[in-house]
């Protein structure tokens, strides 16, 4: 097995945005201390919940070095720099290793997507061009394209692609992925319903978005599980089943967002297309957050 690259909760990180929609890089640095002080074990930079798709490259790529800076070490920092433009992929990889990412994250391709080959080339050809691990990125209901677990078990050759964020949401998938793949290749859960599920079958950790609103907790059901302690994880997954829920009651990250606002964590809206919450849904989300004791 190869370098691991972290084990636990990382958190698929927000990006805060001022009224004028520029980033709020000073209430970014204030979630990075307090997820890194609440025991979040990596923090992932410009990933879909980052809402990197929406980013110009430049305020990228300072997301990317201001995450880097900021953590100083003290957990690892994964940047999300996956494109369906595999060019555009290896430069933006490069940068993030230049910025001393210690890890990157790579979406499959998406719209234009692709066959398994193409997969295989695509991958192999970022990771050529980086010395940093890559976690691939899993997540058929937001690209249309599935990694065959076969197309796994070929990538996990490279010395450079040692893990998987696995968001089908498909635990049959898992369960083979693990089962065929679970010793040349890491996995983390990409779902936070999923997580204890997925980590009694060998997945290392979750790259998680309930990190932002119950850090603690979400490490701890991590911790749990790689303590074999899957009695006192079970507990803490079905306790925050609701909050989980309606965390995704509508696109990722507008839900989480939202939250944070009510949390008074002033974190701002989300870019367009994404917009706001239906009033019904967030009388939902608040019930959740008023049952587990985050707002009044």
């Given at each position: 097995m190869k370098n691991t690259i972290f084990t636990g909760a990382g958190i698929a990180i927000i990006t805060p945005f001022?009224?004028?929609?520029?980033?709020?890089?000073?209430?970014?640095?204030?979630?990075?201390?307090?997820?890194?002080?609440?025991?979040?074990?990596?923090?992932?930079?410009?990933?879909?919940?980052?809402?990197?798709?929406?980013?110009?490259?430049?305020?990228?790529?300072?997301?990317?070095?201001?995450?880097?800076?900021?953590?100083?070490?003290?957990?690892?920092?994964?940047?999300?720099?996956?494109?369906?433009?595999?060019?555009?992929?290896?430069?933006?990889?490069?940068?993030?290793?230049?910025?001393?990412?210690?890890?990157?994250?790579?979406?499959?391709?998406?719209?234009?997507?692709?066959?398994?080959?193409?997969?295989?080339?695509?991958?192999?050809?970022?990771?050529?061009?980086?010395?940093?691990?890559?976690?691939?990125y899993n997540i058929p209901g937001r690209t249309g394209l599935n990694i065959d677990i076969p197309t796994v078990k070929e990538l996990a050759k490279h010395r450079n692609i040692v893990a998987v964020k696995e968001a089908s949401g498909n635990i049959s998938y898992a369960a083979k992925l693990l089962a065929e793949c679970g010793d040349v290749i890491d996995v983390y859960s990409g779902n936070d319903d999923m997580i204890v599920p997925l980590m009694s079958l060998g997945a290392k950790g979750v790259i998680s978005v309930l990190s932002h609103v119950i850090p603690k907790e979400t490490h701890m059901m991590a911790q749990y599980c790689l303590d074999n302690n899957f009695v006192e994880a079970a507990k803490l997954q079905l306790e925050y089943m609701d909050l989980i829920n309606n965390l995704f009651i509508e696109v990722n990250p507008i839900p989480v967002k939202t939250a944070m606002n009510m949390m008074g964590v002033d974190v701002g809206g989300c870019r367009m297309p994404l917009c706001e919450m239906t009033d019904e849904h967030k009388a939902a989300l608040r019930a959740s957050l008023v049952k587990h004791g985050l707002v009044k």
């Open positions: 001022r009224p004028d929609g520029s980033i709020n890089f000073e209430r970014l640095g204030e979630m990075i201390d307090t997820q890194i002080a609440s025991g979040t074990d990596a923090i992932i930079i410009c990933g879909t919940t980052g809402e990197a798709s929406t980013m110009s490259d430049e305020e990228h790529l300072e997301c990317i070095r201001f995450a880097v800076k900021h953590t100083a070490g003290r957990v690892p920092v994964i940047a999300g720099t996956g494109s369906n433009d595999t060019s555009y992929a290896i430069e933006l990889s490069k940068e993030a290793e230049a910025a001393g990412a210690d890890g990157l994250l790579l979406v499959t391709p998406y719209y234009n997507k692709t066959t398994q080959k193409g997969l295989v080339l695509h991958f192999n050809a970022i990771a050529d061009a980086v010395n940093i691990p890559i976690i691939l």
